[in-house]
C-alpha cells in the first residue's frame, strides 16, 4: 500500500529552465512533507519541508506547493543546474516516522 | 565530522550467516532509525529508537534485531541471512520523533548488504 507516489521515474530538464517534480499522498493524517535529495553512494539529504497547514514554502531556488484537497504536493526548482541532478524522494511524516515515495531521478543537461 | 556514520558501507555476506551493520550520530538527536531501499528503490522504515526504547516496529521478520546501548548508536544484527536481505539499508537520527519533524532526518551514507 503505498502511501506517498511519485509517478514520474525520470525527468529531463535544460539547465537553466524549471524543474517540477510531483508527488501525489493518500493518507490525510501525514502533518509534514518533505522533499530529500539524494547522490549515488550517499544517503538522502533533506531538502525542503511544508506543514500540512501552509500551501508553499520557499527556500532559494527551491519552491514547494502543497494542494491538500489533491492531497497533491510538488518541487520545484528554478533556475535548474546540473548540480541539481540527483534522485528526488518525496516524504510525509506522521505517526513518528517519514513515508517515502519511490524517487524520481531529474537529469539537467547543459 | 560526519554527522551519522555507518560501517561497514559494502557487506558481501553467504546465505544463512550472522552480520551486524553500526550506525553512530553525534548530532546529539534522541531519535534513531533504520530504513531499508530495496530493489524497487522505495525506502521503508524498519525501526525506531527514541532515548534507546523501541518506538516503532514494522512488520520486519525477528531475524532483525535492533540494538540501542546508549542514544548515539543503534546497531542492526542480522541472523540467517537471506538472499532477500540484499539490499541498502539507512541509518538516520533526528530530534523527536512525534509531530513536526519538518526539519527531517540526517541520514547516514547506507550500507549495500549483498547476500550470495
Known amino acids: 500500500d503505498q502511501q506517498v507516489k511519485q509517478n514520474s521515474p525520470s525527468l529531463s530538464v535544460q539547465e537553466g529552465r524549471i524543474s517540477i517534480l510531483n508527488c501525489d499522498y493518500t493518507?490525510?493524517?501525514?502533518?509534514?512533507f518533505l522533499w530529500y535529495k539524494k547522490y549515488p553512494a550517499e544517503g538522502p539529504t533533506f531538502l525542503i519541508s511544508?506543514?500540512?497547514?501552509?500551501d508553499k514554502n520557499e527556500d532559494g531556488r527551491f519552491t514547494v506547493f502543497l494542494n491538500k484537497s489533491a492531497k497533491h504536493l510538488s518541487l520545484h526548482i528554478v533556475p535548474s543546474q546540473p548540480g541539481d541532478s540527483a534522485v528526488y524522494f518525496c516524504?510525509?511524516?506522521?505517526?513518528?516516522?517519514?513515508?517515502f515515495g519511490a524517487g524520481t531521478i531529474l537529469r539537467v543537461k547543459s | 565530522d560526519t554527522a551519522v556514520s555507518q560501517t561497514p558501507k559494502y557487506l558481501v555476506t553467504q546465505m544463512g550467516n550472522d552480520k551486524s551493520i553500526k550506525c553512530e550520530q553525534n548530532?546529539?538527536?534522541?531519535?534513531m532509525y533504520w530504513y531499508k531501499q530495496d530493489s524497487k528503490k522505495f525506502l521503508k522504515i524498519m525501526f525506531s529508537?527514541?532515548?534507546?526504547?523501541?518506538?516503532i516496529n514494522e512488520t520486519v521478520p525477528n531475524r532483525f534485531s535492533p540494538k540501542s546501548p546508549d542514544k548515539a548508536h543503534l546497531n542492526l544484527h542480522i541472523n540467517s541471512l537471506e538472499l532477500g536481505d540484499s539490499a541498502v539499508y539507512f541509518c538516520?537520527?533526528?530530534?523527536?520523533?512525534?509531530?513536526?519533524?519538518?526539519?527531517?532526518?540526517?541520514f547516514g551514507s547506507g550500507t549495500r548488504l549483498t547476500v550470495v
Open positions: 538516520a537520527s533526528s530530534q523527536g520523533f512525534l509531530r513536526g519533524i519538518g526539519y527531517g532526518y540526517t
Open positions: 493518507n490525510s493524517m501525514f502533518d509534514y
Open positions: 511544508i506543514s500540512s497547514i501552509k
Open positions: 516524504a510525509a511524516s506522521g505517526l513518528g516516522k517519514l513515508v
Open positions: 548530532l546529539g538527536h534522541d531519535t
Open positions: 529508537y527514541n532515548n534507546k526504547e523501541l518506538i
